[in-house]
């Protein structure tokens, strides 16, 4: 089962950054092995450490709300705690980064700091050498609007060390353009053997009838000088492939948006936006005779 960072420190998927390093500062000094000694104690606090490296960290954040459960498939233990320092947090309790991560891989303090690999929170454990990695590379991937709406897999083909890869990887429901979905350990090879990263770039192509901004989505819907004086429903099709009725009251001004909630794009953080129909009333070029003088004589009557 995937684990639930944010219930792990009793925060919402809205949370600020201020709350969840108070959260964690909470539930950390509550489970630090140094005030609490029970084996359960060891445990929670190797998971709080885990979720507040994955929170506190903006990229890591939104990769693992898009990604889901298929987050820990493409982050390994070492890339979660990379570049990760609680000095701040524990400077005014003697509580070192050295200690940190000896407590959180080896249960005691030690006087040298170890670096973990491996898949899971145990992993296996080496002297800290301090890798090079290899270049990241970055692929532009094109999809469609109702790609990026429902979520797909796709698989690219790159070039990685000389060589064609074909690699498969999850679309999250939600994604725009210029976000970048990270695939761990599939860049070029370093000088010492360690790989960079894989950046999938998403360019979301453009819709022949729906505008996204955001989360949002926009419509253009025409309709004639008497259905906007007098009143109409008119039909809207939604990327979902339905289409709702609308109700345009009686006296609309030309590019009124009508909001229709909830059938915007989903949002990577949950819910959904709306779509906002805008109508235009449209002014024909051409009367007949009959239509010519009906209009002239509500002129004559003030309209």
């Known amino acids: 089962m995937?684990?639930?960072?944010?219930?792990?420190?009793?925060?919402?998927?809205?949370?600020?950054?201020?709350?969840?390093?108070?959260?964690?500062?909470?539930?950390?000094?509550?489970?630090?092995?140094?005030?609490?000694?029970?084996?359960?104690?060891?445990?929670?606090?190797?998971?709080?450490?885990?979720?507040?490296?994955?929170?506190?960290?903006?990229?890591?954040?939104?990769?693992?709300?898009?990604?889901?459960?298929?987050?820990?498939?493409?982050?390994?233990?070492?890339d979660i705690f990379r570049d990760f320092d609680i000095g701040d947090i524990f400077k005014d309790f003697g509580f070192s980064t050295e200690d940190f991560f000896s407590y959180i891989f080896g249960g005691k303090p030690r006087k040298t700091r170890r670096v973990y690999f491996g898949t899971g929170p145990f992993g296996y454990e080496q002297p800290r050498q301090t890798p090079v990695k290899g270049?990241?590379?970055?692929?532009?991937?094109?999809?469609?609007?109702?790609?990026?709406?429902?979520?797909?897999?796709?698989?690219?083909?790159?070039?990685?060390?000389?060589?064609?890869?074909?690699?498969?990887?999850?679309?999250?429901?939600?994604?725009?353009?210029?976000?970048?979905?990270?695939?761990?350990?599939?860049?070029?090879?370093?000088p010492t053997g360690i790989p960079g990263d894989l950046f999938v770039r998403i360019r979301v192509l453009e819709h022949p009838l729906f505008k996204r901004e955001g989360d949002n989505l926009y419509i253009n819907r025409t309709i004639s000088f008497s259905q906007a004086a007098l009143g109409t429903t008119i039909h809207v099709p939604t990327l979902g492939g339905k289409t709702l009725e609308v109700k345009v009251p009686p006296g609309t001004p030309s590019h009124t948006k009508l909001r229709i909630k909830g059938q915007g794009m989903p949002s990577l953080k949950g819910g959904r936006g709306d779509l906002f129909v805008q109508v235009i009333i449209q002014v024909p070029k051409y009367l007949t005779s009959e239509q010519r003088e009906l209009i002239e004589k509500l002129a004559r009557l003030g309209l």
Not at 141 to 160: D, F, M, N, Q
Not at 177 to 183: F, G
């Open 135 to 190: 270049p990241d590379l970055i692929y532009e991937l094109p999809i469609s609007l109702e790609e990026a709406a429902t979520g797909s897999e796709k698989t690219i083909a790159y070039e990685r060390n000389g060589k064609q890869e074909r690699i498969t990887i999850k679309i999250p429901r939600g994604v725009n353009t210029d976000q970048k979905l990270r695939i761990a350990g599939k860049g070029k090879l370093g």
């Open 2 to 78: 995937a684990k639930d960072y944010y219930q792990i420190l009793g925060v919402s998927r809205n949370a600020t950054q201020e709350e969840i390093k108070h959260a964690y500062r909470r539930l950390a000094l509550k489970y630090h092995p140094d005030r609490n000694k029970s084996k359960e104690a060891e445990e929670k606090f190797k998971e709080i450490n885990e979720a507040y490296a994955v929170l506190s960290d903006p990229q890591k954040r939104q990769q693992y709300d898009a990604m889901g459960a298929s987050f820990h498939q493409q982050y390994t233990t070492e």
